[in-house]
């Protein structure tokens, strides 16, 4: 998933941080001081962003020796040393921050992914993200919620329709959305995959009728706000058609709670939207102060 894209935003975000030069490193430590640094961890989670920190101290300075103790994905825990780096001080200081930036947001995000998995497991459901992620850093939090376990959902709004309360309301009826899309498609555009939010049974029914009518194949549907019990008759109507997709109001606490009631996926947006960093910091020694 590390693509030149995301490699061209690390650059971007390295000019932000190092602009016309680290004066604190400049002033403070020897030109020719040569050190050891090592990246910890500070509590229990899922590492995220090796590769990423990878590329910033190579930007920084392609003299450092970077070596990966831990890869993505890893479970780590409490004082565990994930990377070592050896160079030239005032290098390793410079990438200090922008590296452990990257680390620490996409480590909580594949962590909370992590969890919010484990918690489905048995059911045969599968977690996803959404689109509700820090602009710019879309890519970056997507690859984490897969290093953590989770599924991504669509990248944007340009490899997927996927028809909202919204679109709907704007349409007139999910009847005339749907056959909004078919014309598009019979029009020559791309044929992407088509998942469509139903805010109610009678909505549901009206779009696997209007879909029929058209010949339009659905991928899935998404059941919006739905509760538990409410999902679990959509699971019963739908009886395998097609997949069904729970969303809206769902975090921690009643996430088991909808894989229970038999849907195939469960989006979430405190995946990226909410999620806290985990806890990692550069020390010049390889354990954490006592």
């Given amino acids: 998933m590390w693509t030149q894209a995301m490699k061209r935003a ?7 941080d190092l602009g016309s030069g680290d004066c604190t490193s400049l002033s403070s430590v020897p030109e020719e001081m040569v050190h050891e640094g090592f990246i910890l961890a500070k509590e229990d989670g899922v590492l995220a962003g090796v590769e990423v920190a990878r590329h910033v101290f190579e930007l920084v300075d392609a003299t450092v020796s970077f070596e990966a103790l831990r890869s993505d994905g890893a479970l780590v825990t409490y004082g565990e040393a994930v990377i070592k780096v050896k160079g030239p001080a005032r290098s390793i200081l410079s990438a200090e921050r922008l590296a452990l930036n990257f680390m620490q947001r996409m480590s909580g995000v594949a962590t909370m992914a992590h969890r919010a998995q484990a918690l489905l ?3 045969g459901a599968r977690v996803l993200d959404t689109r509700k992620t820090t602009p710019g850093l879309r890519a970056f939090e997507k690859w984490a919620v897969a290093l953590g376990g989770g599924t991504n959902h669509r990248m944007g709004l340009y490899d997927m329709v996927l028809i909202k309360d919204n679109h709907v309301d704007y349409a007139g009826s999910m009847t005339e959305a749907l056959r909004g899309v078919h014309r598009y498609f019979e029009a020559g555009a791309e044929r992407v995959p088509v998942v469509v939010e139903v805010r109610s049974m009678e909505e549901l ?3 696997r009728h209007a879909a029929a009518e058209v010949g339009l194949g659905l991928t899935r549907l998404l059941l919006d706000n739905f509760t538990p019990d409410q999902a679990r008759e959509a699971v019963a109507e739908v009886a395998g058609a097609l997949p069904l ?3 809206g109001g769902i975090d921690l606490t009643n996430l088991r709670a909808y894989g229970e009631a038999g849907v195939n996926f469960v989006s979430m947006g405190a995946l990226t939207h909410s999620v806290k960093s985990l806890d990692l910091s550069l020390k010049s020694q390889p354990v954490l102060p006592a």
């Fill in 205 to 207: 029914r009206e779009a």
């Fill in 245 to 247: 997709e729970a969303s």
């Fill in 10 to 16: 690390v650059e971007w975000a390295l000019e932000e």
């Fill in 121 to 123: 497991e048995g059911t």
